[in-house]
């Protein structure tokens, strides 16, 4: 038997319903994190989300207020190194700062977060630099060249590297592998990541005897 267009309406309404209940923060954060990323703030609207996420706008409203809070939300989602962070430390904690600095620069390199700098993520009006953005991956950054530079302090001390400005000689490690790995992210050049890693630890060893 055909169904009422009341009838419809009705089914219509719930299935909307169903959507809108099932599209979660998390799912909502999914999508729009990818969208940002891909096109930046000021190319992605709030209806864009909608529709790939099968939810509404006042579901978004309530959970993030209105389109910044969402993009600020899905900047800090996906703009983090804090795992890397992590795994960086554990590889270096209590063991030799020769071999800390050998599995740094192995791990960096395998294990680099390079979605946590997709461009869109960075773009707030047209291709003005988002400030936010910027001081949230800034600070991780500066995490990781403490951890380098303590590691490299230590190795001093124990007087297995010369003794040298700790704080410069992680400038110049972190900034050989960054240029490896930011000319992968931007420019998709690849690079051999063993033969790089051997290459970075020896000349950094060879400068610090």
Do not use: W
């Not at 899905?74 to 071999?99: C, G, H, N, Q, Y």
């Not at 960075?122 to 001081?135: I, N």
């Amino acid at each position: 038997m055909l169904a009422s267009p009341k009838m419809r309406v009705v089914r219509s309404s719930v299935g909307l319903q169903n959507r809108v209940e099932h599209s979660t923060p998390e799912k909502i954060l999914q999508v729009a994190s990818k969208l940002f990323a891909e096109k930046g703030y000021s190319n992605v609207s709030i209806r864009d989300v909608c529709r790939e996420a099968g939810t509404t706008a006042p579901v978004i409203y309530y959970h993030f207020r209105n389109k910044r809070g969402l993009f600020d939300a899905a900047a800090r989602r996906k703009i983090t190194m804090k795992d890397f962070i992590t795994k960086l430390r554990s590889e270096t904690v209590a063991r030799s700062p020769k071999k800390s600095i050998q599995l740094l620069v192995r791990v960096y390199l395998s294990s680099f977060p390079e979605s946590a700098f997709e461009h869109g993520l960075y773009l707030r009006e047209s291709a003005s630099l988002d400030k936010e953005s910027a001081r949230m991956i800034s600070e991780d950054l500066d995490m990781i060249h403490s951890l380098t530079t303590s590691v490299i302090q230590k190795g001093i001390e124990r007087g297995e590297f010369k003794d040298t400005d700790a704080s410069l000689a992680a400038d110049c490690l972190l900034g050989m592998l960054n240029r490896a790995v930011f000319q992968r992210i931007h420019f998709s050049r690849p690079f051999n990541r063993e033969s790089y890693s051997r290459y970075v630890t020896d000349f950094f060893f060879r400068a610090l005897d």
